[in-house]
């Protein structure tokens, strides 16, 4: 191959990441668009969903209104836009993989979504009433009157919930990196301890200063870590059946010449 053409090959690749970008930006804003429209009704349903009924929303500045609604579009647009920007990634490296290889990895997408969506549920429907409850009566304890303001509010969920999204995304980022060989699951059951003692304080950066919502925390995610294992388990067994047939085939070509 000529220095030309491997420049060609250069900027068919620059070329082909700018499509792709073109793609999710177009998708992004058409998102945002429709962002507009949920993000209101999203935010009223969140006030008075069973965790907040009982508090009064209160704005100490004039732009927390604003600001909220915006994050909430901004939020709404990623969560819509993701598929869309995992099977951009995966058209993009998909022609140096093998045809199986497409077809497998083509499949983390709904899963990985799905786990995200997993992981918002989990954190919102049983973490994050127990948090509030747990928050709302230290302070009647104490004897303190709460004024809640609705910036600190939907940060404080935004900090327990969004988490949660990408953690559930343990077991699929150790499949993809077991398809690359980049890990075993022999190495992930050496490190389990190292793997648990990280969960363990990534747990107590999310959670309140008490052990039953870390636990309620930190067990779902040794679970995620027991199950990458396992998936990570499979992966390898069809990575190496296809080393087998690889070299399988090499052999036959090289008998038939």
């Known amino acids: 191959m000529s220095q030309s053409q491997k420049d060609m090959t250069l900027y ?6 700018q499509k792709r970008l073109m793609i999710v930006v177009v998708f992004f804003l058409l998102a945002v668009i429709a962002g507009f429209f949920l993000a209101g009704p999203l935010i009223t349903y969140l006030q008075h969903a069973d965790e907040a009924k009982d508090m009064t929303m209160n704005a100490f500045r004039v732009t927390d209104p604003l600001k909220i609604y915006m ?5 709404v647009a990623v969560l819509i836009t993701s598929p869309v920007i995992l099977y951009q990634v995966w058209s993009f490296v998909s022609p140096g993989l093998y045809e199986r290889e497409r077809k497998v990895t083509l499949s983390y997408i709904p899963v990985s979504v799905l786990l995200f969506l997993a992981g918002l549920s989990f954190s919102y429907f049983i973490l994050f009433p127990y948090v509030v409850k747990f928050m709302m009566g230290l302070s009647e ?7 809640i303001g609705i910036n600190e509010y939907f940060h404080f969920l935004f900090q327990i919930t969004i988490p949660f999204g990408f953690l559930f995304q343990l077991p699929v980022a150790m499949l993809f990196l077991t398809r690359l060989g980049i890990i075993t ?11 648990y003692f990280v969960l363990f304080i990534i747990a107590a950066f999310i959670t309140p200063p008490d052990i039953i919502s870390h636990l309620m925390v930190t067990v779902p995610l040794f679970i995620l870590y027991e199950i ?5 388990k499979i992966g390898y067994k069809k990575v190496l059946e ?3 047939k690889l070299e399988i085939e090499q052999y036959e070509d090289i008998n038939k010449d």
């Open 12 to 17: 068919e690749h620059i070329g082909e990441l």
């Open 242 to 244: 296809a080393e087998q």
């Open 71 to 75: 994050e909430m579009i901004i939020f």
């Open 185 to 195: 699951p022999m190495v992930m059951a050496q490190a389990r301890k190292v793997a």
């Open 141 to 147: 304890n104490l004897e303190i009157q709460q004024v």
């Open 228 to 232: 990458s294992i396992w998936i990570s």
